[in-house]
């Protein structure tokens, strides 16, 4: 039985030119692009390119691009880089953050929170997007830094960015931005968002795992966590990995070429998902988390709450039909907490504990979306009986 791979958001498979463009650099031999000679001359001059080319989708100068090991760690360098420049050149020590920011964010927070600086965590509404207003009353003149993501990784509502990011610029703070789902999906034109960090991941746009990118704007205070030579402008030391930087400039290439078409797509996808479960099992029967308005949400994923069913046991029927899911993000999703996004949300418990994220992607279809919305509906008919 062929898979219906429903969790893009966790991982997506690596888009067959994306593959040939890891292959064929890493098939060129020892090339380390900070050596000297002609070999080494040659990476550079591949990851030039590869530089060149995602700064032209994002807008941005090259220079103003750092290469990483992926999402995670590009938002760890970014709220300790600017959080530790800013404290030292400015005494700023306030954090400002929200509720629904992957664990990459928080638990950054959480350890500056241990070294002495000050938290504020913004509260969302009921569809998991962040309050402006607390927002306007906790970015102050001691505030570091502020890290709001773009679009969420559990239910897809997208963030007030713009107004935040505004709010940063106009009182001193620098402004981070988690843009790990929204790449790809949503056109960010850097020179025209008040953003001075950014976080991206090759393997959420069919690029290889383990790559990412932080975009430091040029001029913001930054402190590098990665030490040892000088790769990356001192911004972050270390090899790089060239093949694979080949590979995400390529995905993201990929990506941008029909990201409008591809847009349609994922929503037609997702449609058919809510059209054929309220066709099964009627509209009362479940529970759409998150922002449901087109345009307010990230296209490709969608939360969706089965009261009476836990999320693990519909996980695990899915599974056994051939369709994979999640509870969640990927992080989350062995360690059976609750969704802090969902809490945050204010989700009563019987839909915290019964919702299921979809995530689509290359490779899907209607058809598919049709067919999982009659599992689920079997599932929870067999499931509701006992
Ligand atoms: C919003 C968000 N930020 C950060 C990450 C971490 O990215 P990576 O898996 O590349 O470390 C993820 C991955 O799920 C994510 O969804």
New binding site residues.
């Given amino acids: 039985m062929p898979m219906i791979y429903f969790d893009h958001?966790?991982t997506t498979p690596m888009h067959p030119e994306a593959i040939k463009a890891y292959a064929e650099e890493a098939a060129k031999g020892p090339r380390n692009p900070s050596s000297l000679h002609a070999e080494g001359r040659a990476a550079r001059a591949a990851l030039t390119a590869s530089r060149d080319s995602i700064a032209r989708l994002l807008g941005c100068d090259p220079g103003e691009l750092v290469f990483t090991g992926?999402?995670?760690?590009s938002?760890n360098a970014a709220l300790y880089g600017a959080a530790h420049a800013q404290r030292q050149r400015t005494g700023r020590d306030r954090i400002v953050t929200s509720a629904i920011e992957?664990h990459?964010?928080l638990n950054a927070c959480s350890k500056l929170e241990a070294e002495g600086f000050k938290l504020t965590v913004l509260p969302v509404d009921g569809t998991g997007r962040v309050l402006l207003s607390a927002a306007e009353e906790a970015i102050g003149p001691d505030t570091a830094v502020v890290s709001v993501?773009y679009g969420?990784?559990e239910v897809g509502t997208l963030q007030p960015i713009e107004e935040i990011g505004r709010l940063a610029r106009e009182r001193g703070a620098v402004m981070h931005v988690?843009a790990?789902?929204a790449f790809g999906h949503e056109r960010l034109f850097l020179q025209e968002l008040p953003i001075d960090l950014l976080?991206l991941?090759a393997?959420?746009i069919g690029g290889p795992?383990g790559v990412?990118v932080l975009y430091v704007r040029r001029g913001t205070p930054f402190e590098p966590t990665a030490v040892g030579g000088s790769q990356e402008k001192s911004r972050r030391a270390g090899t790089e990995n060239v093949a694979g930087i080949a590979a995400f400039a390529k995905a993201a290439e990929l990506a941008y070429a029909d990201l409008e078409e591809r847009g349609r797509e994922l929503e037609r996808i997702r449609s058919k998902l809510l059209s054929a479960l309220e066709e099964e099992l009627g509209a009362d029967s479940f529970r759409i988390n998150g922002a449901t308005e087109e345009g307010a949400r990230l296209p490709h994923i969608v939360n969706l709450s089965f009261p009476g069913i836990s999320n693990e046991t519909m996980l695990m029927n899915l599974d056994l039909a051939g369709v994979a899911a999640s509870a969640g993000?990927?992080?989350t999703a062995g360690s059976l907490q609750p969704s802090h996004v969902l809490l945050a949300m204010g989700l009563e418990t019987h839909f915290s504990q019964s919702a299921i994220r979809f995530s689509f992607g290359m490779g899907n279809n209607s058809a598919e979306a049709e067919k999982t919305a009659k599992i689920i509906a079997t599932i929870t008919k067999r499931l509701r009986k006992r």
């Fill in positions: 958001a966790a992926g999402g995670t760690e938002d992957h990459a964010v993501m969420n990784n988690d790990v789902q976080s991941s393997h959420k795992q990412g993000s990927a992080c």
